[in-house]
């Protein structure tokens, strides 16, 4: 098939001509030591993993630091329904894969997420009510109203994840990376300050789409190169130079936004700026 057909109607397939999706043994065969490119995979996988860290090591500094965040507070419900999702995804392809051992390393990586996202929509509630409530809230219904939000995600993910058939969630995953080098652009950009953002983040947020969707190595393909490649799957690689290009318009907007005063209205002095 040609571009054009994928880029209309044709599905990735595999050499056989069947229908490509991404399932347990795929990591297996490509990630087990001395798989061809094996090397090559785990690189792109520690990648991830590190700016995949950042993205949450930076945000907690300034949250403690400035009392703000640069992600809005449905973006933490998403995160942390999809990252209870994980967590038993990746223990059920651990136990059915021979306990292969990136699925454990998953699983355990997903509940740390999972409490530092609990941590964020905590500091949320108690600090950033002015903001998320402009009209005001009592305590009771900003938790109610965070409980449904993460229950409506949880519901809405999992139904995806079966009308997808993504046994291993990895189809569905990628999402997080595209929300995560979007939206706290625009989100920066209503609200008009710097407060809750760093230069480092918006580095950040230009490696995490640099390592995420280029052609050559980025996880996705490591795993499934019959799902995630550029001529299988051209529209993967459209949404990364959007998602790219929204990074750096971050970047740039950060830097014409007026400067952090040395000293917070928290009374303390600003870390990262």
């Known amino acids: 098939m040609n571009i054009f057909q994928y880029l209309t109607y044709a599905y990735p397939q595999n050499a056989d001509g069947t229908l490509a999706d991404v399932g347990v043994m795929d990591f297996v065969n490509h990630l087990s030591v001395g798989a061809p490119g094996?090397?090559?995979a785990w690189l792109a996988i520690?990648?991830?993993?590190i700016f995949g860290l950042l993205v949450y090591i930076f945000p907690?500094?300034?949250v403690i630091n400035e009392k703000i965040q640069c992600y809005p507070l449905w973006l933490h419900c998403f995160y942390w329904a999809a990252d209870f999702m994980g967590i038993w995804v990746f223990i059920h392809a651990w136990n059915i894969s021979g306990h292969f051992l990136l699925f454990l390393l998953l699983a355990i990586g997903e509940a740390v997420w999972?409490?530092?996202e609990t941590f964020c929509l905590y500091m949320g509630v108690k600090y950033e009510h002015p903001i998320i409530w402009p009209n005001g809230a009592s305590k009771t219904t900003r938790i109610l109203e965070i409980i449904a939000l993460t229950l409506f995600c949880y519901?809405?993910?999992n139904f995806l994840r079966f009308e997808w058939h993504d046994e291993t969630m990895w189809k569905f995953w990628i999402f997080t990376q595209v929300l995560v080098t979007t939206v706290p652009?625009?989100?920066m950009r209503k609200r008009g300050f710097r407060s809750g953002n760093c230069i480092a983040l918006s580095i950040t947020f230009i490696c995490v789409a640099l390592v995420s969707f280029n052609p050559w190595a980025?996880?996705?393909?490591a795993v499934k190169p019959e799902f995630f490649s550029l001529s299988a799957n051209p529209w993967y690689y459209l949404t990364g130079l959007f998602c790219l290009a929204s990074a750096i318009y971050g970047l740039y907007t950060y830097l014409k936004l007026p400067p952090k005063e040395d000293i917070m209205k928290t009374g303390k002095k600003a870390i990262l700026k």
């Open 38 to 40: 094996w090397v090559t």
């Open 46 to 49: 520690g990648l991830a993993v």
């Open 60 to 62: 907690l500094i300034m």
């Open 114 to 116: 999972v409490c530092l």
């Open 155 to 157: 519901l809405s993910l």
């Open 185 to 187: 652009v625009w989100e």
């Open 218 to 221: 980025n996880m996705w393909l």
